[in-house]
């Protein structure tokens, strides 16, 4: 499966597999606790999570099909974004 990776390469945050089925991994390498943000594609908030530096597990089983954006905020800054797609 391909991954959705955050568009600036100093930036060390994925999200995968893509596409998922019931659970993302994020991986995430900041010194805090961050969270994820998962828009749909009409931007409305769908749900947030906490992630942890390593890899951190979002359950999505229960997001309808389709494809949805994903960001991943630490303190308000952007540590990476991007989308995937929900089979």
């Known amino acids: 499966p391909r991954m959705a990776r955050a568009p600036q390469a100093e930036q060390k945050t ?15 390498d900041g010194e805090a606790v961050a969270r994820i943000v998962i828009t749909d594609v009409q931007g409305r908030e769908v749900m947030r999570s906490e992630v942890a530096y390593g890899q951190t597990l979002v359950d999505v089983h229960h997001l309808a099909p389709g494809v949805y954006l994903w960001r991943v905020l630490d303190g308000g800054v952007e540590k990476g974004k991007g989308k995937f797609v929900k089979q």
Not at 14 to 28: A, F, H, I, S
């Open 14 to 28: 994925e999200v995968y597999p893509n596409p998922v089925r019931d659970v993302l991994t994020v991986g995430y």
